[in-house]
């Protein structure tokens, strides 16, 4: 059976930290570089990207793997033809797909209908690479991850569901500050909770971020939401991560986003570029996060 990565929960709890540490490792310059020697990975896209498919596409090939991108428009997946039949196509010629896409279930019917490895490069629900990214952006500054309390400020979307399966499986203490309306999903919320999770919801962004070792936020309307940013502008009013909201945080607190970002709406200029921005570190580690999941999944 072949493993799959679609959210940070299927990595198991004993060997998700392990993920973690390869992943500083592979850093470090320990890199398999025959890992997926004679395989091809599949990207394929339907929303727009910078840091993740160029960040997978550089991994593969370190790795000795060959990827090819596919935007999804202009395959035949954008002229209906039905996913399950893609799925069972490509498994005929490749070893892997990561796959950006809309709804969860878009991946599940890969699994479903594939027999190759299905690896999650956003989805409306979650962003798991990402987080695992953004976990060893934390590791590197403050190991005992238990010890941490990261603050989300704004959208409880596909990010902060991430953060939320991330506090289940790496311990740290989660608050989270959204807005009525724009709360996370109350399955996942739970269901974090039900592993262990140590998560606080509040609609005051002050009150999250209180003494927090981390402060992450995300765009208010996220691809696919275009139509509803003036809405959201209003709803997310005073949830901007500004240098009075930074100051509450804990001392040398770092400032976290996925990128990109939307400078004068979920964060002040001043914040992105200060000393407390680590956003750059986060970019980064992409690369070394991917490369760790693909070697979870293919060693
Ligand atoms: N953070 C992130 O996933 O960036 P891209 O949309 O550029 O891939
Ligand atoms: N929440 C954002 C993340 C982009 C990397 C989106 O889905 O557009």
Not at 62 to 85: H, M, N, T, Y
Not at 123 to 143: I, K, N, W
């Amino acid at each position: 059976m072949p493993k799959h990565f679609l959210t940070i929960l299927d990595i198991p709890k004993d060997e998700v930290k392990q993920v973690v540490l390869r992943a500083k490792e592979m850093k470090d310059g320990k890199v398999r570089t025959d890992l997926l020697d004679g395989k091809t990975l599949l990207l394929i896209f339907e929303k727009a990207s910078t840091r993740t498919r160029v960040s997978f596409e550089v991994g593969v090939r370190q790795l000795g793997g060959d990827p090819v991108f596919i935007a999804a428009r202009d395959s035949q997946l954008g002229r209906s033809e039905p996913l399950k039949d893609t799925a069972r196509v490509l498994s005929r010629y490749a070893d892997g797909v990561i796959v950006r896409t809309f709804g969860q279930e878009k991946l599940e019917t890969l699994v479903d209908y594939g027999d190759i490895p299905v690896v999650n490069a956003l989805t409306d629900e979650y962003h798991p690479c990402q987080v695992m990214a953004d976990v060893l952006t934390m590791y590197e500054r403050t190991p005992d991850l238990e010890k941490v309390k990261v603050a989300w400020v704004g959208d409880g979307n596909n990010m902060a569901h991430s953060f939320i399966n991330g506090s289940a499986a790496f311990g740290y203490e989660l608050r989270l500050a959204c807005p009525e309306g724009y709360r996370p999903d109350t399955a996942i919320l739970d269901k974090a909770v039900s592993l262990g999770a140590r998560i606080t919801l509040t609609d005051d962004p002050k009150v999250a971020v209180a003494g927090a070792d981390y402060v992450n936020t995300d765009v208010w309307a996220s691809m696919g939401q275009e139509e509803e940013q003036k809405k959201r502008e209003a709803a997310f009013a005073g949830y901007m991560v500004d240098e009075s909201l930074m100051g509450l945080a804990a001392p040398n607190a770092g400032f976290m986003h996925c990128l990109p970002a939307h400078r004068g709406e979920e964060v002040s200029e001043g914040v992105f570029e200060s000393p407390a921005s680590i956003v750059w570190d986060q970019a980064e580690n992409r690369l070394h996060a991917q490369k760790a999941i693909l070697e979870w999944i293919f060693k």
